[in-house]
Nanobody, 125 residues
Framework: QVQLVESGGGLAQAGDSLTLSCVAS????????LAWFRQVPGKEREFVAA????????YYTDSVKDRFTISRDKAKRTVYLHMNSLKPEDTAVYFC??????????????????WGQGTQVTVFS
C-alpha cells in the first residue's frame, strides 16, 4: 500500500521560505508523477506543482512560478516543495499526491490516486 507523509509546514512571515517534504512508501517515485496541491477552507483543492514521472519535467500554477520549486530525490523516496517569497495568499493546507495522470491532466487532482494527510502552511504579513 502506498503511503505519502508530508512534513515541513508551519508559520512563516511574508517573504520567508519554507520547504515541504513528502516521503513515499514503496518505489512510487519511479513510476508515478508527484504533485503538490493546496486547499483553504471553503474552496476546492488547487494545483500547485507537479513533477512528471518519466523525465522529471515540472509544472506550476501561475501564482507560484518563479517562487516555488518542486524536486525529487529517488534515493530518499522524497519529493520536495521549496517555497520562496511566501505571501499571505499561500496560506493553505498543502497535500502531496501521487498518481499516473495523463500529461494533459497533470494539474487535475482526479488523476492522482494517492494522497498524504496534508500539512498546514500559514503566512502572515
Amino acid at each position: 500500500q502506498v503511503q505519502l507523509v508530508e512534513s515541513g509546514g508551519g508559520l512563516a512571515q511574508a517573504g520567508d521560505s519554507l520547504t515541504l517534504s513528502c516521503v513515499a512508501s514503496g518505489d512510487i517515485l519511479s513510476g508515478y508523477s508527484l504533485a503538490w496541491f493546496r486547499q483553504v477552507p471553503g474552496k476546492e483543492r488547487e494545483f500547485v506543482a507537479a513533477i512528471w514521472r518519466n523525465e522529471g519535467r515540472t509544472y506550476y500554477t501561475d501564482s507560484v512560478k518563479d517562487r516555488f520549486t518542486i524536486s525529487r530525490d529517488k534515493a530518499k523516496r522524497t519529493v520536495y516543495l521549496h517555497m520562496n517569497s511566501l505571501k499571505p495568499e499561500d496560506t493553505a493546507v498543502y497535500f502531496c499526491a501521487g498518481g499516473v495522470p495523463i500529461l494533459s491532466a497533470v494539474r487535475d487532482s482526479r488523476g492522482y490516486r494517492h494522497w498524504g494527510q496534508g500539512t498546514q502552511v500559514t503566512v502572515f504579513s
